[in-house]
């Protein structure tokens, strides 16, 4: 897409940001009440719808012509908030496949995958939306677009991208019946060496032992 496509549209700055914030809101709304653990057979299809919409908002951030805030150096928006009880409800509510493994950078070649936690990854999302939304709350419309906008092509893009992705190869494997590999034995903190540790490490779990709990069910045989 060229960049004449990309910005022959200039919609006015304010209703941008409103749709902006909204969709940002909702994701922090509804990912919240997810993480309370009221609905876990509805969890995974949850994440995965919202991850999805998060997604389109990064993705109409990316493609906007960078913003530039108002001021040089970026106002002090207080502590932030603790997301250590939203990620420690995720990982007891995701237990059985939270743990999955990524290729951070698809360009760099031979890259070796990662064991990486959807729990972490919910975490962190929440946090770096959380930071720009202070901003917005606060006025500073131009300085929670930069932010939002910077964030999503340095972290949580990257993040919500491997996050969907790990979510929709566990719904495939549901619907289409098909085994999967237990990473419970690759924890993040260890440094994976490649497939062939990733298959020592991997246990074999029928999908069909993780679809009730999490709200799946599997498709016709």
């Not at 496509?5 to 509804?30: G, K, M, N, R």
């Not at 936690?117 to 419309?141: C, Q, V």
């Not at 085994?179 to 903190?189: A, I, M, R, S, V």
């Amino acid at each position: 897409m060229s960049d004449a496509t990309l910005h022959d549209a200039h919609p006015d700055p304010d209703d941008f940001a409103v749709q902006i914030s909204d969709q940002i809101e909702s994701f922090i709304v509804a990912v919240t009440e997810v993480a309370k653990g009221d609905e876990p057979d509805s969890a995974v299809p949850f994440l995965l719808l919202e991850l999805s919409q998060l997604l389109l908002a990064g993705g109409r951030l990316g493609a906007h012509e960078d913003f530039v805030p108002d001021e040089r150096y970026e106002p002090d928006v207080g502590p932030e908030p603790d997301v250590d009880e939203l990620r420690e409800r995720f990982a007891q509510l995701l237990e059985p496949v939270d743990i999955y493994s990524e290729v951070f950078d698809p360009y760099v070649p031979r890259s070796q995958p990662v064991a990486c936690r959807i729990s972490d990854d919910l975490a962190g999302i929440i946090t770096d939306l959380r930071h720009g939304m202070a901003h917005y709350r606060e006025g500073r419309i131009s300085e929670a677009l930069w932010w939002w906008q910077f964030s999503y092509l340095s972290n949580w893009g990257t993040t919500a991208s491997a996050a969907l992705r790990a979510l929709q190869s566990l719904v495939a494997h549901v619907r289409l019946d098909s085994p999967l590999d237990e990473l419970d034995g690759l924890d993040t903190d260890s440094n994976a060496g490649g497939d062939e540790e990733l298959a020592e490490e991997a246990g074999r779990v029928m999908a069909a032992e993780i679809a009730g709990p999490l709200g799946l069910h599997s498709g016709p045989r």
